[in-house]
């Protein structure tokens, strides 16, 4: 793998951990904060999703969709596609978050799951991260 993938990869991973930082920052205010966490555990994934996709050279899509992401990456890690349900929920807040008339509001249980679900995804993909590609 050259330097240069090395490099975005890792910075891939650098925000995809700002993220997870900021779920877990926002959980713990009084009162929570649960759109925001749900967002930033949604750009969490997506961020691991796409330094997995980077390092075994596949062009990541710029998209939100974290099912396409999946469904791309489980060629390279097979447990992902059992996570596609997970993946669609956190989808769900991609967007959400961003535009009035796509606004709900998220009960403080629901970000809980959000963020379990975003371990999980972390659970499988931050092995392979460390990882060289076959």
């Known amino acids: ?8 990869v890792a910075q891939w991973v650098a ?18 904060l649960p759109e925001s966490v749900c967002f930033h555990c949604q750009q969490y994934v997506e961020k691991l999703l796409k330094a997995l996709l980077t390092l ?17 990456a489980s060629e390279l890690v097979p447990g992902l596609a059992a996570l596609c349900d997970e993946a669609d929920l956190l989808s769900e ?7 009035p008339e796509d606004w709900r ?4 249980a629901e970000a809980k799951r959000m ?3 975003a371990e999980r995804f972390a659970d499988i993909l ?9």
């Open 93 to 99: 807040h991609a967007v959400a978050t961003r535009y």
């Open 105 to 108: 509001p998220v009960e403080p």
């Open 15 to 32: 925000r995809a951990e700002v993220d997870w930082r900021s779920a877990q920052a926002l959980a713990s205010q009084e009162p929570p």
């Open 115 to 117: 963020m379990a679900f």
């Open 56 to 72: 075994h050279g596949v062009e990541a899509p710029r998209t939100h969709d974290l099912r396409r992401l999946v469904e791309l």
């Open 1 to 8: 793998m050259s330097d240069e993938v090395r490099e975005v």
């Open 126 to 134: 931050l092995p392979e991260l460390r990882q060289e590609p076959p």
